[in-house]
């Protein structure tokens, strides 16, 4: 009987185990639920990634029957879910426990296509050109140009940093090439002695990982990739190629860890090779006053969901003011105009995601610099993604006037701008992910 009777205790226990279980699985369950249903606690932007959350859909008799509302309010009470960024950081982190995980991927898996020999490729100039057809005026809400928000696309994590990964497409390469060649056409029509420069920046795997583990990994080869597009482009345009100066200092502070930019030092060589395709000299990297900001935490701290290794090891923003003018003025994609903005911000107070837009405003459509120093009537406008914003404070003592287009949130024409403003150098600066996305794509042809 005493058998029975001591057998019995470790069943009623763990039924009682079992019992409370349950209940904390479902009050969890159900203070969950009632979190999501305070609408007043629910974000509307991310500041961490850089853009405005999904808005509770509209009811529509067809989007009900056809389901796409239900589909729709799912999104939107994800997007918004309270804490949500809070949570994600969490996740991340008790999925590291499970284990020693040094490298991660993030961000939908791809498939590279092999880089054509540019020796033997035999598209024509005018099969180019069928890619470079008009497309429609871009989407706008309220005047405002709606553009994609900054990214860092796949993400390959490995110990203490990330690294933005690119993969090469034919087709969008062409595309881009075909693009600036009908710049370059429509630009020495109209004024003849402007000169075009394509800049292609390439991202930081690619500098500082080996042929072998490139293939290995089956992560397309910038210096190909480069090659490649510029075979595809008009032999008129000046080909700048910050490959090789940028592999030859790998071992420094070239790229961010956790952003997908490069940092001012990396913009900086490619600038003294521009320099050199110019003919010019380049100013010493000690004549610039410089300006640090700690804690900064990228683009690919986001794309990661905020992993642990990311933000123990937050960037330094370093940037080096202009030693002429100091400042510009913007024009904001809402109509307002920043005037006397510095060229480098003081963003030591700003939140961590943030700290990359103390150069030359952020992205803005449009922006000029006018340097009361130089007289001679020189001007360059730099046709540009975000790698372009560290770039820019390097050229502005070389001319009298910078203007800088971001071809992302621009609704004019770059064409019609450097003739009616007699443009000395046009100067496209995209990194290569720019080259291959069609929305993108889209945007810069639509500012033809």
């Given at each position: 009987?005493?058998?029975?009777?001591?057998?019995?205790?470790?069943?009623?226990?763990?039924?009682?185990?079992?019992?409370w279980?349950?209940?904390?699985?479902?009050?969890?369950?159900?203070?969950?639920?009632?979190?999501?249903?305070?609408?007043f606690?629910?974000?509307?932007?991310?500041?961490?990634?850089?853009?405005?959350l999904?808005?509770?859909?509209?009811?529509?008799?067809?989007?009900?029957?056809?389901?796409?509302?239900?589909?729709?309010?799912?999104?939107?009470?994800?997007?918004?879910?309270?804490?949500?960024?809070?949570?994600?950081?969490?996740?991340?982190?008790?999925?590291?426990?499970?284990?020693?995980?040094?490298?991660?991927?993030?961000?939908?898996?791809?498939?590279?296509?092999?880089?054509?020999d540019?020796?033997?490729?035999?598209?024509?100039?005018?099969?180019?050109?069928?890619?470079?057809?008009?497309?429609?005026?871009?989407?706008?809400?309220?005047?405002?140009?709606?553009?994609?928000?900054?990214?860092?696309?796949?993400?390959?994590?490995?110990?203490?940093?990330?690294?933005?990964?690119?993969?090469?497409?034919?087709?969008?390469?062409?595309?881009?090439?075909?693009?600036?060649?009908?710049?370059?056409?429509?630009?020495?029509?109209?004024?003849?002695?402007?000169?075009?420069?394509?800049?292609?920046?390439?991202?930081?795997?690619?500098?500082?990982?080996?042929?072998?583990?490139?293939?290995?990994?089956?992560?397309?080869?910038?210096?190909?990739?480069?090659?490649?597009?510029?075979?595809?482009?008009?032999?008129?345009?000046?080909?700048?190629?910050?490959?090789?100066?940028?592999?030859?200092?790998?071992?420094?502070?070239l790229?961010?860890?956790?952003?997908?930019?490069?940092?001012?030092?990396?913009?900086?060589?490619?600038?003294?090779?521009?320099?050199?395709?110019?003919?010019?000299?380049?100013?010493?990297?000690?004549?610039?006053?410089?300006?640090?900001?700690?804690?900064?935490?990228?683009?690919?701290?986001?794309?990661?969901?905020?992993?642990?290794?990311?933000?123990?090891?937050?960037?330094?923003?370093?940037?080096?003011?202009?030693?002429?003018?100091?400042?510009?003025?913007?024009?904001?994609a809402?109509?307002?105009?920043?005037?006397?903005?510095?060229?480098?911000?003081?963003v030591?107070?700003?939140?961590?995601?943030?700290?990359?837009?103390?150069?030359?405003?952020?992205?803005q459509?449009?922006?000029?610099?006018?340097?009361?120093a130089?007289?001679?009537?020189?001007?360059?406008v730099?046709?540009?993604?975000?790698?372009?914003?560290?770039?820019?404070?390097?050229?502005?003592?070389?001319?009298?006037?910078?203007?800088?287009?971001?071809?992302?949130?621009?609704?004019?024409?770059?064409?019609?701008?450097?003739?009616?403003?007699?443009i000395?150098?046009?100067?496209?600066?995209?990194?290569?992910?720019?080259?291959?996305?069609?929305?993108?794509?889209?945007?810069?042809?639509?500012?033809?």
């Amino acid at each position: 009987m005493k058998q029975q009777t001591a057998k019995r205790k470790p069943a009623l226990l763990r039924k009682k185990v079992d019992f409370w279980k349950r209940v904390v699985f479902f009050l969890t369950m159900i203070i969950f639920f009632v979190v999501g249903l305070l609408w007043f606690f629910r974000p509307a932007t991310s500041d961490l990634e850089k853009r405005e959350l999904t808005k509770f859909p509209a009811f529509t008799p067809a989007s009900f029957w056809d389901g796409s509302y239900f589909s729709q309010v799912d999104t939107w009470y994800a997007d918004t879910y309270p804490w949500r960024e809070g949570l994600m950081t969490a996740n991340t982190y008790f999925k590291g426990l499970y284990g020693i995980q040094t490298e991660q991927m993030f961000g939908q898996h791809q498939v590279a296509e092999e880089i054509p020999d540019t020796t033997s490729s035999n598209t024509s100039r005018a099969e180019l050109e069928e890619t470079a057809q008009p497309v429609p005026p871009a989407t706008t809400v309220d005047g405002a140009i709606q553009a994609p928000p900054e990214s860092a696309g796949s993400v390959y994590l490995s110990g203490d940093r990330a690294y933005s990964l690119y993969y090469f497409g034919q087709e969008n390469s062409d595309r881009y090439a075909a693009i600036l060649n009908a710049y370059y056409d429509n630009i020495k029509a109209a004024s003849p002695s402007s000169n075009v420069y394509s800049i292609l920046a390439p991202l930081a795997y690619g500098i500082d990982f080996s042929d072998e583990v490139l293939d290995e990994m089956n992560w397309s080869h910038e210096d190909a990739a480069i090659d490649y597009l510029f075979s595809r482009m008009d032999g008129g345009i000046v080909k700048v190629d910050p490959f090789d100066t940028l592999r030859s200092h790998q071992d420094e502070y070239l790229y961010f860890r956790t952003d997908h930019h490069w940092t001012a030092l990396g913009a900086y060589y490619t600038y003294t090779d521009f320099c050199q395709a110019k003919g010019i000299a380049s100013h010493n990297l000690n004549s610039f006053n410089t300006l640090t900001f700690d804690n900064f935490l990228g683009t690919m701290y986001a794309s990661s969901n905020q992993a642990p290794s990311l933000a123990a090891n937050p960037d330094t923003v370093i940037a080096y003011e202009p030693n002429g003018v100091k400042t510009l003025t913007a024009h904001q994609a809402d109509g307002t105009v920043l005037e006397n903005y510095r060229i480098i911000a003081d963003v030591s107070t700003w939140n961590s995601s943030s700290k990359y837009n103390c150069f030359i405003a952020g992205d803005q459509p449009y922006e000029e610099i006018h340097n009361p120093a130089i007289t001679d009537g020189s001007s360059a406008v730099v046709v540009k993604d975000s790698y372009g914003n560290a770039f820019v404070p390097f050229l502005v003592d070389h001319y009298q006037d910078v203007y800088v287009i971001d071809f992302r949130y621009y609704s004019g024409s770059i064409s019609q701008f450097v003739a009616q403003n007699q443009i000395d150098d046009v100067v496209f600066l995209n990194n290569l992910n720019a080259t291959g996305a069609k929305n993108l794509l889209d945007s810069l042809q639509r500012c033809l």
